[in-house]
């Protein structure tokens, strides 16, 4: 059975960085494509980032996140520069076992981490 443990989440000011981390066992890493999604308080889960041959990313995050795959180490990561405050919310790792569009949807992906929390506050 496929599980996702995020980790790396934590309270940051505005203007910095993090780097989440999702650690991925129960199958063949390297066939599976990811993505990193986000949800608030309030809010709809919201897509961030996906990575499979490519990377696609939200276009709030766009040039300041960077999604990458480890296939050596069986880990997605998610860096993220010049964090703002509305970045807020938990962090998600999904995995899909076949390529669905579209990719930002949730529905696309088969399983999910428990998340980790970001809280960008001054």
């Known amino acids: 059975q496929v599980h996702l443990v995020e980790s790396g989440g934590g309270l940051v000011q505005p203007g910095d960085s993090l780097k989440l981390s999702c650690t991925f066992s129960?199958?063949?890493?390297?066939?599976?494509?990811f993505a990193w999604f986000r949800q608030s308080p309030g809010k709809e889960r919201e897509f961030v980032a996906w990575?499979?041959?490519?990377?696609r990313y939200a276009d709030s995050v766009k040039d300041r996140f960077t999604i990458s795959r480890d296939n050596d180490k069986n880990t997605v990561f998610l860096q993220m520069d010049s964090l703002k405050p509305e970045d807020t919310g938990v962090y998600s790792c999904?995995?899909?076992?076949?390529?669905?569009?579209?990719?930002?949807?949730?529905?696309?992906?088969?399983?999910w981490g428990q998340g980790t929390q970001v809280t960008v506050s001054s």
């Open positions: 990575v499979g041959g490519g990377t």
């Open positions: 129960g199958g063949t890493f390297r066939t599976y494509y």
């Open positions: 999904a995995a899909a076992t076949y390529y669905s569009r579209p990719v930002s949807s949730p529905q696309s992906f088969n399983y």
